[in-house]
Protein backbone atom coordinates (compact mmCIF):
# COMPACT_ATOMS: atom_id res chain seq x y z
CA UNK A 1 0.00 0.00 0.00
CA UNK A 2 1.84 3.27 -1.22
CA UNK A 3 -0.05 6.41 -1.05
CA UNK A 4 0.49 9.61 -3.51
CA UNK A 5 -0.96 12.49 -1.88
CA UNK A 6 -1.61 15.64 -4.33
CA UNK A 7 -2.17 18.94 -1.65
CA UNK A 8 -3.31 22.08 -3.82
CA UNK A 9 -3.95 23.77 -0.49
CA UNK A 10 -2.59 27.30 0.39
CA UNK A 11 0.47 27.50 2.69
CA UNK A 12 -0.57 27.80 6.60
CA UNK A 13 -3.78 26.08 6.10
CA UNK A 14 -3.67 23.78 8.82
CA UNK A 15 -5.81 20.60 7.11
CA UNK A 16 -2.11 19.73 5.44
CA UNK A 17 -0.18 19.55 8.63
CA UNK A 18 -3.23 17.48 10.01
CA UNK A 19 -3.09 14.97 7.00
CA UNK A 20 0.50 14.38 7.23
CA UNK A 21 0.47 13.98 10.89
CA UNK A 22 -2.59 11.30 10.30
CA UNK A 23 -0.07 9.49 8.00
CA UNK A 24 2.84 9.23 10.05
CA UNK A 25 0.89 8.30 13.19
CA UNK A 26 -0.60 5.72 11.51
CA UNK A 27 2.91 4.62 9.70
CA UNK A 28 1.40 5.18 6.61
CA UNK A 29 4.06 5.17 3.42
CA UNK A 30 3.17 8.29 1.51
CA UNK A 31 4.26 10.32 -1.08
CA UNK A 32 3.80 14.30 -0.48
CA UNK A 33 3.52 16.64 -3.21
CA UNK A 34 2.63 20.32 -2.29
CA UNK A 35 1.79 21.48 -5.52
CA UNK A 36 1.54 25.84 -5.27
CA UNK A 37 5.40 25.06 -5.37
CA UNK A 38 6.00 22.87 -7.75
CA UNK A 39 6.88 23.63 -11.24
CA UNK A 40 4.57 21.64 -13.81
CA UNK A 41 3.75 23.33 -17.08
CA UNK A 42 0.65 23.12 -19.25
CA UNK A 43 -0.36 19.94 -21.58
CA UNK A 44 -0.05 21.58 -25.30
CA UNK A 45 -1.69 18.73 -26.92
CA UNK A 46 1.83 17.82 -28.76
CA UNK A 47 0.93 14.43 -28.73
CA UNK A 48 4.27 13.41 -27.84
CA UNK A 49 3.29 11.04 -24.72
CA UNK A 50 1.32 9.22 -27.12
CA UNK A 51 3.98 7.68 -29.55
CA UNK A 52 7.09 9.76 -29.87
CA UNK A 53 7.83 9.20 -25.88
CA UNK A 54 5.35 6.69 -25.06
CA UNK A 55 3.89 7.48 -21.58
CA UNK A 56 6.39 10.43 -20.93
CA UNK A 57 5.21 13.64 -21.47
CA UNK A 58 7.81 15.88 -23.49
CA UNK A 59 7.89 18.82 -21.16
CA UNK A 60 10.83 18.29 -18.49
CA UNK A 61 9.18 19.92 -15.48
CA UNK A 62 8.15 18.39 -11.83
CA UNK A 63 5.15 16.36 -13.17
CA UNK A 64 7.50 13.45 -13.94
CA UNK A 65 8.16 13.13 -10.39
CA UNK A 66 4.52 12.63 -9.22
CA UNK A 67 3.73 10.53 -12.52
CA UNK A 68 6.52 8.15 -11.36
CA UNK A 69 4.89 7.58 -7.68
CA UNK A 70 1.31 7.57 -9.12
CA UNK A 71 2.66 4.83 -11.19
CA UNK A 72 4.05 2.55 -8.00
CA UNK A 73 1.61 3.61 -6.28
CA UNK A 74 -1.99 1.95 -5.22
CA UNK A 75 -3.99 4.87 -3.79
CA UNK A 76 -4.27 9.04 -4.77
CA UNK A 77 -5.53 11.42 -2.58
CA UNK A 78 -6.46 14.74 -4.37
CA UNK A 79 -6.43 17.75 -1.54
CA UNK A 80 -8.20 20.91 -2.90
CA UNK A 81 -10.05 23.39 -2.00
CA UNK A 82 -13.54 23.66 -4.12
CA UNK A 83 -13.57 26.17 -6.71
CA UNK A 84 -16.20 26.82 -9.15
CA UNK A 85 -17.52 23.16 -8.44
CA UNK A 86 -14.35 21.57 -9.20
CA UNK A 87 -10.35 21.40 -8.94
CA UNK A 88 -8.47 24.75 -7.90
CA UNK A 89 -5.97 25.00 -11.26
CA UNK A 90 -2.91 23.89 -8.68
CA UNK A 91 -4.33 20.47 -8.49
CA UNK A 92 -5.66 20.69 -11.74
CA UNK A 93 -2.09 21.22 -13.35
CA UNK A 94 -0.93 18.08 -12.12
CA UNK A 95 -4.11 15.98 -13.21
CA UNK A 96 -4.11 17.18 -16.41
CA UNK A 97 -1.05 15.27 -16.67
CA UNK A 98 -2.70 11.64 -15.95
CA UNK A 99 -2.91 11.78 -19.90
CA UNK A 100 0.32 9.86 -19.73
CA UNK A 101 -1.08 7.32 -17.56
CA UNK A 102 -3.51 6.22 -20.56
CA UNK A 103 -2.45 4.42 -23.49
CA UNK A 104 -3.01 5.79 -26.98
CA UNK A 105 -5.60 3.16 -27.87
CA UNK A 106 -9.02 2.46 -27.19
CA UNK A 107 -11.11 -0.22 -25.11
CA UNK A 108 -14.73 -0.08 -24.47
CA UNK A 109 -15.92 -0.50 -20.77
CA UNK A 110 -19.16 0.03 -19.69
CA UNK A 111 -20.69 1.62 -22.51
CA UNK A 112 -17.86 4.03 -23.06
CA UNK A 113 -14.53 4.45 -24.96
CA UNK A 114 -12.11 4.26 -23.08
CA UNK A 115 -8.03 4.85 -23.18
CA UNK A 116 -6.16 1.50 -21.57
CA UNK A 117 -4.28 2.10 -18.39
CA UNK A 118 -0.66 1.87 -18.35
CA UNK A 119 0.15 1.05 -14.77
CA UNK A 120 -3.31 -0.61 -13.39
CA UNK A 121 -6.08 0.91 -11.41
CA UNK A 122 -5.70 2.80 -8.30
CA UNK A 123 -8.18 4.35 -5.74
CA UNK A 124 -8.68 7.74 -6.24
CA UNK A 125 -9.72 9.99 -3.33
CA UNK A 126 -10.88 13.60 -4.06
CA UNK A 127 -10.94 15.51 -0.44
CA UNK A 128 -12.75 18.86 -1.01
CA UNK A 129 -12.11 21.90 1.43
CA UNK A 130 -14.36 24.54 1.46
CA UNK A 131 -15.99 27.11 3.97
CA UNK A 132 -20.06 26.16 3.21
CA UNK A 133 -20.82 24.95 0.05
CA UNK A 134 -24.17 24.46 -1.80
CA UNK A 135 -25.45 20.80 -2.98
CA UNK A 136 -24.76 21.85 -6.43
CA UNK A 137 -21.39 22.18 -5.89
CA UNK A 138 -20.68 18.88 -4.06
CA UNK A 139 -22.85 17.54 -7.25
CA UNK A 140 -20.38 18.50 -9.33
CA UNK A 141 -17.53 17.62 -7.85
CA UNK A 142 -17.94 14.31 -6.73
CA UNK A 143 -18.79 14.11 -10.46
CA UNK A 144 -15.20 15.18 -11.68
CA UNK A 145 -13.43 12.90 -9.59
CA UNK A 146 -15.90 10.23 -10.17
CA UNK A 147 -15.07 11.11 -14.27
CA UNK A 148 -11.43 11.02 -13.32
CA UNK A 149 -11.76 7.31 -11.56
CA UNK A 150 -13.67 5.94 -14.57
CA UNK A 151 -11.02 7.35 -16.59
CA UNK A 152 -8.31 5.67 -15.01
CA UNK A 153 -10.62 2.43 -14.54
CA UNK A 154 -10.26 3.15 -10.38
CA UNK A 155 -12.80 3.05 -7.40
CA UNK A 156 -13.19 6.41 -6.04
CA UNK A 157 -14.16 8.14 -3.00
CA UNK A 158 -15.06 12.14 -2.29
CA UNK A 159 -14.52 13.61 1.38
CA UNK A 160 -15.60 17.45 1.86
CA UNK A 161 -13.79 19.32 4.79
CA UNK A 162 -15.72 22.24 6.22
CA UNK A 163 -13.06 24.66 7.90
CA UNK A 164 -15.68 26.07 9.76
CA UNK A 165 -16.60 22.89 11.47
CA UNK A 166 -13.01 23.47 13.62
CA UNK A 167 -9.87 21.59 13.41
CA UNK A 168 -10.67 18.64 15.68
CA UNK A 169 -13.30 17.63 13.14
CA UNK A 170 -11.65 17.85 10.31
CA UNK A 171 -9.00 15.79 12.25
CA UNK A 172 -11.24 12.74 12.88
CA UNK A 173 -12.75 13.33 9.29
CA UNK A 174 -9.01 12.76 7.97
CA UNK A 175 -8.42 10.18 10.36
CA UNK A 176 -11.44 8.19 9.41
CA UNK A 177 -10.84 8.51 5.68
CA UNK A 178 -7.43 7.11 6.37
CA UNK A 179 -8.81 4.00 8.25
CA UNK A 180 -10.88 3.17 5.20
CA UNK A 181 -8.98 3.83 2.22
CA UNK A 182 -5.84 2.36 3.62
CA UNK B 1 -30.36 41.18 -31.53
CA UNK B 2 -27.49 43.08 -32.79
CA UNK B 3 -25.36 45.42 -31.42
CA UNK B 4 -23.79 43.45 -28.73
CA UNK B 5 -20.32 42.20 -27.83
CA UNK B 6 -18.85 39.03 -27.63
CA UNK B 7 -15.69 38.42 -26.28
CA UNK B 8 -15.00 34.33 -27.08
CA UNK B 9 -11.93 32.97 -25.01
CA UNK B 10 -10.04 29.61 -27.16
CA UNK B 11 -9.60 27.69 -24.17
CA UNK B 12 -7.37 25.34 -25.26
CA UNK B 13 -3.36 25.24 -25.90
CA UNK B 14 -3.67 25.20 -29.40
CA UNK B 15 -4.63 28.58 -31.60
CA UNK B 16 -5.27 26.18 -35.19
CA UNK B 17 -7.32 23.62 -33.06
CA UNK B 18 -11.16 22.39 -33.14
CA UNK B 19 -12.37 24.81 -30.17
CA UNK B 20 -10.35 27.58 -32.14
CA UNK B 21 -12.31 26.42 -35.17
CA UNK B 22 -15.81 26.59 -33.14
CA UNK B 23 -14.82 29.83 -31.60
CA UNK B 24 -14.25 31.69 -35.40
CA UNK B 25 -17.45 30.03 -36.69
CA UNK B 26 -18.96 31.69 -33.77
CA UNK B 27 -17.63 35.49 -34.02
CA UNK B 28 -18.09 34.86 -38.04
CA UNK B 29 -22.19 34.26 -36.95
CA UNK B 30 -22.56 36.63 -34.00
CA UNK B 31 -20.59 39.29 -36.79
CA UNK B 32 -23.24 38.06 -39.62
CA UNK B 33 -26.20 39.28 -37.42
CA UNK B 34 -24.29 42.76 -36.38
CA UNK B 35 -22.75 42.20 -33.18
CA UNK B 36 -19.07 42.55 -32.58
CA UNK B 37 -16.67 39.40 -31.70
CA UNK B 38 -13.46 38.73 -30.52
CA UNK B 39 -11.10 35.82 -30.06
CA UNK B 40 -8.33 35.60 -27.37
CA UNK B 41 -6.44 32.55 -26.51
CA UNK B 42 -6.46 31.79 -22.79
CA UNK B 43 -2.27 30.64 -23.26
CA UNK B 44 -1.09 33.59 -24.36
CA UNK B 45 -2.27 34.80 -20.98
CA UNK B 46 -0.79 32.14 -19.15
CA UNK B 47 2.13 32.43 -20.76
CA UNK B 48 2.45 36.04 -20.71
CA UNK B 49 2.01 37.08 -23.95
CA UNK B 50 -1.20 38.88 -23.19
CA UNK B 51 -1.55 41.82 -21.10
CA UNK B 52 -4.06 40.84 -18.34
CA UNK B 53 -4.90 44.45 -17.59
CA UNK B 54 -5.44 44.46 -21.17
CA UNK B 55 -8.30 41.49 -21.28
CA UNK B 56 -9.80 42.77 -17.95
CA UNK B 57 -10.21 46.12 -20.24
CA UNK B 58 -11.95 43.65 -22.91
CA UNK B 59 -13.81 42.22 -20.49
CA UNK B 60 -15.19 45.18 -19.32
CA UNK B 61 -16.09 46.28 -22.84
CA UNK B 62 -18.44 43.15 -23.73
CA UNK B 63 -21.76 42.37 -23.26
CA UNK B 64 -20.71 37.80 -23.58
CA UNK B 65 -18.46 36.16 -22.86
CA UNK B 66 -18.00 32.53 -24.49
CA UNK B 67 -15.67 29.86 -23.19
CA UNK B 68 -14.52 27.14 -25.73
CA UNK B 69 -12.76 24.45 -24.69
CA UNK B 70 -11.08 21.06 -24.89
CA UNK B 71 -12.01 18.20 -22.44
CA UNK B 72 -8.54 17.65 -20.53
CA UNK B 73 -8.94 15.32 -17.76
CA UNK B 74 -12.24 15.85 -17.76
CA UNK B 75 -13.27 18.98 -17.58
CA UNK B 76 -11.18 22.44 -19.04
CA UNK B 77 -7.23 22.64 -19.07
CA UNK B 78 -5.52 23.76 -16.09
CA UNK B 79 -4.36 27.77 -17.67
CA UNK B 80 -8.58 28.22 -18.03
CA UNK B 81 -9.19 27.22 -14.36
CA UNK B 82 -5.97 29.59 -13.38
CA UNK B 83 -7.51 31.99 -15.53
CA UNK B 84 -11.47 32.30 -14.29
CA UNK B 85 -9.81 32.37 -10.72
CA UNK B 86 -8.03 35.38 -11.70
CA UNK B 87 -11.38 36.95 -13.53
CA UNK B 88 -13.35 35.78 -10.37
CA UNK B 89 -10.56 36.93 -7.82
CA UNK B 90 -9.59 40.32 -9.52
CA UNK B 91 -12.47 41.33 -12.46
CA UNK B 92 -16.15 40.40 -10.16
CA UNK B 93 -17.06 43.73 -10.57
CA UNK B 94 -16.46 43.58 -14.66
CA UNK B 95 -17.82 40.48 -14.55
CA UNK B 96 -21.36 40.99 -12.83
CA UNK B 97 -24.06 41.16 -14.60
CA UNK B 98 -22.60 39.72 -18.40
CA UNK B 99 -23.84 36.99 -19.90
CA UNK B 100 -21.41 33.67 -19.79
CA UNK B 101 -22.00 30.23 -22.55
CA UNK B 102 -19.47 27.29 -22.28
CA UNK B 103 -18.64 25.31 -25.73
CA UNK B 104 -17.11 22.02 -24.33
CA UNK B 105 -15.41 19.45 -26.58
CA UNK B 106 -13.60 16.03 -26.24
CA UNK B 107 -12.05 13.54 -28.50
CA UNK B 108 -14.80 11.01 -27.01
CA UNK B 109 -18.23 10.30 -28.43
CA UNK B 110 -19.86 10.54 -25.32
CA UNK B 111 -21.05 14.37 -24.63
CA UNK B 112 -21.86 13.24 -21.09
CA UNK B 113 -18.24 13.42 -20.60
CA UNK B 114 -18.27 17.37 -20.90
CA UNK B 115 -20.95 18.25 -18.15
CA UNK B 116 -17.95 18.69 -15.16
CA UNK B 117 -16.71 21.56 -17.94
CA UNK B 118 -19.89 23.09 -18.46
CA UNK B 119 -21.03 22.90 -14.96
CA UNK B 120 -17.48 24.23 -13.77
CA UNK B 121 -18.28 27.04 -16.03
CA UNK B 122 -22.13 27.60 -14.69
CA UNK B 123 -20.72 27.05 -11.46
CA UNK B 124 -18.55 30.35 -12.06
CA UNK B 125 -20.69 32.36 -13.32
CA UNK B 126 -22.92 32.10 -10.50
CA UNK B 127 -20.12 32.96 -8.04
CA UNK B 128 -19.31 36.28 -10.03
CA UNK B 129 -22.79 36.98 -10.63
CA UNK B 130 -22.99 36.74 -14.11
CA UNK B 131 -25.80 35.38 -16.35
CA UNK B 132 -25.71 31.93 -16.89
CA UNK B 133 -26.92 31.25 -20.73
CA UNK B 134 -26.53 27.52 -21.02
CA UNK B 135 -23.65 24.98 -22.08
CA UNK B 136 -23.01 22.98 -25.31
CA UNK B 137 -21.06 19.77 -25.70
CA UNK B 138 -19.54 17.92 -28.78
CA UNK B 139 -18.12 14.71 -28.98
CA UNK B 140 -15.62 13.84 -31.49
CA UNK B 141 -13.51 16.60 -31.70
CA UNK B 142 -10.74 14.93 -31.96
CA UNK B 143 -12.02 13.84 -35.93
CA UNK B 144 -12.64 17.27 -36.21
CA UNK B 145 -8.90 17.92 -35.52
CA UNK B 146 -9.36 21.79 -36.51
CA UNK B 147 -10.68 21.87 -39.63
CA UNK B 148 -13.29 24.88 -40.24
CA UNK B 149 -16.64 23.90 -40.29
CA UNK B 150 -17.37 24.97 -44.21
CA UNK B 151 -14.46 22.06 -44.78
CA UNK B 152 -16.87 19.87 -43.01
CA UNK B 153 -19.74 19.34 -45.66
CA UNK B 154 -23.03 18.68 -44.05
CA UNK B 155 -21.37 18.13 -40.38
CA UNK B 156 -19.97 21.08 -40.67
CA UNK B 157 -23.40 22.62 -42.01
CA UNK B 158 -25.26 20.92 -38.30
CA UNK B 159 -22.56 22.03 -36.24
CA UNK B 160 -22.70 25.68 -37.58
CA UNK B 161 -26.73 25.21 -37.41
CA UNK B 162 -26.58 24.44 -33.84
CA UNK B 163 -24.09 27.44 -32.90
CA UNK B 164 -26.23 29.87 -34.96
CA UNK B 165 -29.46 28.54 -33.29
CA UNK B 166 -28.22 28.69 -29.67
CA UNK B 167 -26.71 31.95 -30.78
CA UNK B 168 -30.08 33.59 -31.58
CA UNK B 169 -30.91 32.85 -28.14
CA UNK B 170 -27.63 33.59 -26.49
CA UNK B 171 -27.71 37.46 -28.30
CA UNK B 172 -31.31 38.20 -26.70
CA UNK B 173 -29.86 37.45 -23.25
CA UNK B 174 -31.45 34.16 -22.98
CA UNK B 175 -30.60 30.65 -22.81
CA UNK B 176 -29.56 27.96 -25.54
CA UNK B 177 -32.42 25.97 -26.47
CA UNK B 178 -32.01 22.26 -26.26
CA UNK B 179 -32.45 21.66 -30.07
CA UNK B 180 -29.06 23.96 -30.80
CA UNK B 181 -27.26 20.21 -28.57
CA UNK B 182 -29.55 17.98 -30.55
CA UNK B 183 -27.66 19.53 -33.69
CA UNK B 184 -24.58 19.10 -32.34
CA UNK B 185 -24.77 15.62 -31.02
CA UNK B 186 -23.70 13.15 -33.30
CA UNK B 187 -25.54 9.91 -32.12
CA UNK B 188 -23.14 6.69 -32.59
CA UNK B 189 -24.98 3.55 -31.26
CA UNK B 190 -22.97 2.20 -28.59
CA UNK B 191 -23.05 -0.95 -30.06
CA UNK B 192 -20.60 0.58 -32.86
CA UNK B 193 -18.23 1.33 -30.12
CA UNK B 194 -16.29 -1.89 -30.67
CA UNK B 195 -15.75 -1.44 -34.10
CA UNK B 196 -15.05 2.30 -34.00
CA UNK B 197 -12.53 1.30 -30.90
CA UNK B 198 -11.00 -1.27 -33.19
CA UNK B 199 -10.86 1.21 -36.17
CA UNK B 200 -9.33 3.62 -33.70
CA UNK B 201 -6.63 1.16 -32.60
CA UNK B 202 -5.93 -0.23 -36.29
CA UNK B 203 -4.88 3.93 -36.89
CA UNK B 204 -2.87 4.21 -33.50
CA UNK B 205 -0.67 2.09 -34.52
CA UNK B 206 0.02 2.87 -38.34
CA UNK B 207 0.62 6.31 -36.18
CA UNK B 208 3.48 4.43 -33.57
CA UNK B 209 4.37 2.89 -37.05
CA UNK B 210 5.42 6.41 -38.46
CA UNK B 211 6.72 6.97 -35.29
CA UNK B 212 9.07 4.47 -35.37
CA UNK B 213 8.49 3.26 -31.84
CA UNK B 214 5.45 0.27 -31.22
CA UNK B 215 6.42 0.22 -27.96
CA UNK B 216 3.74 2.43 -26.93
CA UNK B 217 2.53 0.29 -23.51
CA UNK B 218 6.06 1.23 -22.05
CA UNK B 219 5.41 1.20 -17.94
CA UNK B 220 8.23 3.97 -18.28
CA UNK B 221 8.04 5.42 -14.44
CA UNK B 222 8.57 1.43 -13.80
CA UNK B 223 11.54 1.05 -15.91
Same mark, same amino acid.
Given at each position: ?11 ? $? ?52 ? =? ?43 ? @? ?16 ? @? ?30 ? $? ?5 ? $? ?6 ? =? =????? | ?15 ? !? *? ?5 ? *???? %? ?5 ? #? ?29 ? /? ?7 ? /? ?17 ? %? ?15 ? #? ?14 ? *?????? !? ?20 ? !???? #? ?22 ? %? ?28 ? /? ?9
Amino acid at each position: MSLVILDAMKAG $NGISDKLKEELRRNDKEFSYFELRDMNIMPCRSCGACGFISPGKCAVKDDAHEI =LGAIARGTTVIMLTPVRFGGYTSDLKKAVDKFMSLGLPTYIVKQG @HLLHPVRYGSKAIIGVGV @HEGISKDQEDCFNKLVEHNAFNLQSEYRTLFL $NTSSGME $NIQKEISS =L =LREVC | MNNKRLLLLNGSSRKK !G *TSCSFSR *TIKQ %LAEASGN #TAEIIHVIDCYDGREDFDAVKGLISQNDIIA /MVAPLYADT /MPFFDIWFLEKLADECRNE %LKGKGLFAVGQCGFPDI #TRIEPLIDNCRLFAEE *TGMNWL !GGLAYGGGGIINGALMEDLGKK !GERI #TSGFRLALDNILKGEEIPSRAQEL %LTINIPKLLYRPLAAYLNNNAKKEARKAGN /MDYERKVYLE
